[in-house]
């Protein structure tokens, strides 16, 4: 799995509406690389969670759509945003307060299934 650097996450206040930008680096190996090069693909799945102190369970508030991250031996900075009204953050009862946080997901898609080959068929006289 490629290591991400913590996401930075910045808010953008737009009259009802909120600008959401998550950046953050994924970092390859050099055997990521080769795999890529040979078809593996890393999908990126990116939630704004509303964060609740105190609380045990966090909701997710909205999901970016999915995006592969071309493995890259520089690293991959990426860059995503979302648009999204300020009362779908408003998690909270009775509490203008909205805490979010977002996570980051990237998982690499085909990497080979496990192959079971069996052999010829042995006869033993009996």
């Known amino acids: 799995m490629p290591s991400l650097t ?3 996450l910045a808010v953008t206040l737009s009259g009802t509406n909120v600008t ?3 950046t953050y680096t994924a970092v390859f190996t050099l055997f990521e690389l080769f795999l890529a090069a040979n078809g593996l693909i890393f999908r990126e799945e990116i939630r704004i969670i509303g964060e609740d102190p105190g609380v045990g369970t966090d909701v997710v508030l909205h999901t ?3 995006e592969n991250v071309s493995a ?3 690293g991959a900075p990426r860059s995503r945003s979302i648009t999204v009204s300020r009362q779908s953050l408003q998690e909270d009862i009775g509490s203008d307060n909205d805490e979010i946080t977002c ?3 990237v998982t690499p898609i085909g ?3 496990r192959r079971i080959v069996r052999s010829a068929e042995q006869t033993l006289a009996g």
């Open 64 to 66: 970016l759509p999915i």
């Open 72 to 74: 890259t031996s520089s």
């Open 111 to 113: 990497l080979p299934t």
């Open 6 to 8: 913590v996401p930075q």
């Open 103 to 105: 996570e980051v997901t």
């Open 20 to 22: 959401i930008n998550v």
